[in-house]
Every structure is written in structure tokens, then in C-alpha cells.
């Protein structure tokens, strides 16, 4: 029987991981034809190695960093840890608070009750998409890109916002599982308590991934890897991983859910309009 473990997934060459990443930073930027990148960098593990990586590929005077907390939401050492992720990196970053535009929305939707109730995941979406927002006016106003932060687990899982994290131009880490990110993080230098800090989306009070994921991130990567790389079947990952079956169906449930996040937006076929338009 195969045998799969954490190791076979974090046990990989990380010198060659970065220069793979960054060689692809540069050339996405060359070729887009702009003259830098904008990453939303929140205190977490994944914003701090896009920050680092982009940073290696560009130089600190073409990666451009905003933190965007809510006052209301986000902890406190989270802000101190992305504010000292920028300064030590020597990117240029403003810091906006993005509690006010947040009650402006609340104030003007009519169907808006109660964030403790039924909008805590529809204005948690809406924080998202508000930063989105802002890093593309700052995109656009520089000349830059936006650097994503989501990482392969995310994506497969589609453990983000569409149109919000999820709507960026280029994804550095989207290759590298989360536990990949984590080990990659600690070789660039970003410090333990970021690499290793429990990951969430702070889109509303007291939320944690893994928490609402129902899983370790160790788990789903597994189930992830054996799948996805390996080529196992659903039913064999127990087997060769250790991981409890609801917890393959649980990841395998969410990747099948999330696919309309991993596609553009589905239109009608082209064929019958072509028929009107082009005769003979």
C-alpha cells in the first residue's frame, strides 16, 4: 500500500521554490508591461512570503504594500506583525482602516440586518471585495499589478472570496500548498510567530480557517497531494495518509463547490449567435 505523509509534501528544494517564483514575478511583470506590484499584506503567512518573494524578484522600490484592516474585526498584533513585515522589508505602504467604508455599505443597503446574524458572511465577502477594491486603485494610479496571496490549498478548496482575494492578476504562491508556504516562509526570513501563526481571513470577528474548515490545513494537504499529484483515489486516501474519511469527502466536497471559482463566468454557446451573423 502507498504511504503518504506531510514530509513528502514539504520536503522539497525551497532554493529552486524561489527562484521558480520570482523569475515568474518578473516575467509576468515585464510582460504585462508595468512597473511593479501591490500586495495586500494582512499579518499572515501567506501575504508576508508574497511580500518576501516579490520583494526578492523586484526590489523594495517596485512592490508597493497596503494594510487593510478593520478596527472593528482584526487583532491588534496582526496590524503590528503587517506593519512590520513592510518596514523591515523596505516597501513603501499605507495603512486604511476599512471600518468606515464598511458602515457606509451598511448604511446605504436597504436589505441590510444584522452582521451578527444572517450578513455576517455577506458583509465578511463585502471586506474582502472593499480591499480588493483598493489595491486595484492603488494598481492603477501606480502602474503596478496586484500580487494574489492564495495559496494552492485555498484555491482548491476555494477557501476565498470571489472578486474579493480572489481577484487579482498574478498568484506567486498559487503553486505551493499552505504547508509548503509555511516552510518557505521561515527560509526567506519571515518571522516564526507569522509562518507558523493559525491562518484566517479576518472577515469577521474570531474567525480561524481551520476552525470553519473543519480540517488542519496538515490534513487537507494531504488529502490534496494524494489526490491531486499522486493520483489516488478518494477511497485509497485513508488508507495511505491516516486521514479520517469524512474529512477526504469534507475537502472533496469543497473542491467540487468551489470549481465555478476556478472558471471564468460560464456564457451562452457561441454557435447559434455566429449563424446570424455570418451566412453562406
Same mark, same amino acid.
Do not use: C
Given at each position: 500500500?502507498?504511504?503518504?505523509?506531510?514530509?513528502?509534501?514539504?520536503?522539497?528544494?525551497?532554493?529552486?521554490?524561489?527562484?521558480?517564483?520570482?523569475?515568474?514575478?518578473?516575467?509576468?511583470?515585464?510582460?504585462?508591461?508595468?512597473?511593479?506590484?501591490?500586495?495586500?499584506?494582512?499579518?499572515?503567512?501567506?501575504?508576508?512570503?508574497?511580500?518576501?518573494?516579490?520583494?526578492?524578484?523586484? &526590489?523594495?522600490?517596485?512592490?508597493?504594500?497596503?494594510?487593510?484592516?478593520?478596527?472593528?474585526?482584526?487583532?491588534?498584533?496582526?496590524?503590528?506583525?503587517?506593519?512590520?513585515?513592510? /518596514?523591515?522589508?523596505?516597501?513603501?505602504?499605507?495603512?486604511?482602516?476599512?471600518?468606515?467604508?464598511?458602515?457606509?455599505?451598511?448604511?446605504?443597503?436597504?436589505?441590510?440586518?444584522?452582521?451578527?446574524?444572517?450578513?455576517?458572511?455577506?458583509?465578511?465577502?463585502? /471586506?474582502?471585495?472593499?480591499?480588493?477594491?483598493?489595491?486595484?486603485?492603488?494598481?492603477?494610479?501606480? &502602474?503596478?499589478?496586484?500580487?494574489?496571496?492564495?495559496?494552492?490549498?485555498?484555491?482548491?478548496?476555494?477557501?476565498?472570496?470571489?472578486?474579493?482575494?480572489?481577484?487579482?492578476?498574478?498568484?506567486?504562491?498559487?503553486?505551493?500548498?499552505?504547508?509548503?508556504?509555511?516552510?518557505?516562509? !521561515?527560509?526567506?526570513?519571515?518571522?516564526?510567530?507569522?509562518?507558523?501563526?493559525?491562518?484566517?481571513?479576518?472577515?469577521?470577528? &474570531?474567525?480561524?480557517?481551520?476552525?470553519?474548515?473543519?480540517?488542519?490545513?496538515?490534513?487537507?494537504?494531504?488529502?490534496?497531494?494524494?489526490?491531486?499529484? !499522486?493520483?489516488?483515489?478518494?477511497?485509497?486516501?485513508? &488508507?495511505?495518509?491516516?486521514?479520517?474519511?469524512?474529512?477526504?469527502?469534507?475537502?472533496?466536497?469543497?473542491?467540487?463547490?468551489?470549481?465555478?471559482?476556478? /472558471?471564468?463566468?460560464?456564457?451562452?454557446?457561441?454557435?447559434?449567435?455566429?449563424?446570424?451573423?455570418?451566412?453562406?
Amino acid at each position: 500500500m502507498v504511504r503518504v505523509s506531510l514530509d513528502d509534501i514539504v520536503g522539497i528544494d525551497y532554493a529552486r521554490v524561489e527562484e521558480h517564483i520570482t523569475g515568474f514575478i518578473r516575467g509576468q511583470v515585464e510582460g504585462a508591461g508595468v512597473k511593479g506590484v501591490v500586495v495586500g499584506v494582512s499579518g499572515g503567512v501567506d501575504s508576508a512570503t508574497t511580500l518576501y518573494l516579490s520583494v526578492r524578484a523586484l &526590489g523594495g522600490g517596485r512592490v508597493f504594500g497596503l494594510v487593510m484592516p478593520d478596527s472593528t474585526v482584526t487583532p491588534k498584533e496582526d496590524i503590528d506583525d503587517a506593519v512590520q513585515l513592510l /518596514r523591515s522589508s523596505g516597501v513603501d505602504f499605507h495603512v486604511i482602516d476599512i471600518a468606515p467604508i464598511v458602515d457606509v455599505y451598511k448604511s446605504s443597503i436597504p436589505i441590510y440586518d444584522s452582521e451578527e446574524g444572517p450578513d455576517r458572511v455577506p458583509v465578511g465577502n463585502l /471586506r474582502a471585495r472593499i480591499r480588493m477594491s483598493l489595491l486595484y486603485y492603488y494598481a492603477n494610479k501606480l &502602474g503596478y499589478m496586484v500580487a494574489g496571496t492564495g495559496d494552492r490549498s485555498e484555491i482548491l478548496i476555494g477557501y476565498y472570496t470571489k472578486y474579493g482575494d480572489g481577484g487579482v492578476d498574478i498568484l506567486p504562491i498559487g503553486v505551493l500548498y499552505k504547508s509548503q508556504v509555511r516552510r518557505l516562509a !521561515l527560509r526567506l526570513g519571515v518571522p516564526e510567530r507569522v509562518a507558523m501563526k493559525p491562518s484566517s481571513p479576518r472577515l469577521w470577528r &474570531g474567525q480561524l480557517a481551520e476552525g470553519e474548515l473543519g480540517a488542519s490545513y496538515e490534513e487537507i494537504d494531504l488529502v490534496l497531494y494524494s489526490i491531486f499529484d !499522486l493520483g489516488l483515489k478518494p477511497e485509497e486516501v485513508p &488508507g495511505a495518509t491516516g486521514v479520517d474519511k469524512r474529512i477526504v469527502d469534507l475537502v472533496l466536497e469543497r473542491y467540487r463547490a468551489s470549481e465555478h471559482k476556478r /472558471r471564468m463566468p460560464p456564457t451562452p454557446s457561441l454557435d447559434p449567435i455566429r449563424s446570424l451573423m455570418v451566412k453562406g
